[in-house]
């Protein structure tokens, strides 16, 4: 969850946007961390939820045991497939190193022209600042071209990211 409130807090607003704006939720399946928060709030709204989860994290018991629809499948890798397949478009929250990892993919699978779908960071309370200036920084040494590096559409304020998303029209 992080040691701030900010970033529950803000997981919630981001729950309460998605039915909002008629929106399913597709992600990890998980009932933990801030996207498990997201997922309570969209289900305590009455809104759709798929969740994609491994046979391994399942038996870890981090499953969300509310979910009408929970895909099982055997590799990290099927699941992000999956996921990806499900989607009209990604946004990371504050994560650990898998969230860092899965937004990374998904904007190098854009890049690459496998999928036309919005990659968006929410940089709630400048979580992702540093990442930020690293991106800049890859940029400025040659190591990634600037139209690239926009491909990653990154915002503070849930409906400002929704809106750059197009997911809000």
Known sequence: ??????????AQEVGRKLVAHNYDLV???????????????????KG????????????????????????LVNTMHERKALMAQLSDGFIALPGGIGTLEEITEITTWLHLGYH????GILNIAGYYDAFITFLERMVN????????????IIESNIDDLLAKMSLNN
């Open 1 to 10: 969850m992080g040691f701030d409130p900010v970033y529950q807090a803000s």
């Open 141 to 152: 040494q040659g190591f990634l071209g600037a139209k690239s590096r926009n491909l990653i």
């Open 27 to 45: 992600y990890g399946g998980g009932s933990v961390g801030l996207m498990g928060v997201v997922a309570d709030e969209v289900l305590s709204l």
């Open 48 to 71: 759709q939820v798929t969740g994609v989860i491994t046979e391994k994290l399942l038996a870890l018991e981090v499953g969300h045991n509310g979910l009408k629809q929970l895909h």
């Open 116 to 119: 036309q779908k919005p990659c």
